[in-house]
């Protein structure tokens, strides 16, 4: 490892966060942090790259990323965005579905919400 390159090692939360649905929430995250990188990169003129060095199921994936100087970079228009970021972190209040809403979520879903195909987070 040297001064440009990072390894970002990512965690999901599918077995223990209701809400982390075979952890693709998890990946999302890791997307936006790998995104975030490349943004506040470009700010001082260097490119990234990125590859997921880690194998098989991506529980724990392993990401490396690659900071290369690029002169000719053009700062990402978002990187004064960074610092103001914010994410939704108050609870969400919970409301019981119509029978409207139940019946066309159930449409929507199709056989994803067949019992058969249901997993219980324990």
């Known amino acids: 490892m040297d001064d440009h390159h990072i390894r970002v090692h990512g965690f999901d939360t599918r077995d223990h966060v209701l809400y982390d649905y ?3 929430p998890s990946h999302i995250a890791h997307g936006a942090l790998l995104e975030t990188l ?3 990169a470009s700010g001082v003129g260097l490119k990234t790259t990125w590859t997921v060095a880690s194998q098989g199921e991506h529980r724990n994936p392993i990401y490396d990323v690659m900071l290369v100087s690029d002169p000719a970079l053009v700062r990402d228009p978002l990187y004064d965005c960074i610092e103001t970021r ?3 972190r108050r609870p969400m209040k919970t409301t ?3 029978t409207m809403q139940r019946q066309a979520l159930m449409e929507a879903a ?3 919400l067949q ?3 249901l ?3 324990r």
Do not use: W
């Open 22 to 24: 075979d952890g693709h």
């Open 119 to 121: 997993r219980v987070a």
């Open 96 to 98: 019981a579905l119509t």
């Open 38 to 40: 490349r943004i506040a």
């Open 86 to 88: 914010t994410v939704q």
């Open 110 to 112: 199709g056989d994803e």
């Open 115 to 117: 019992p058969s195909n």
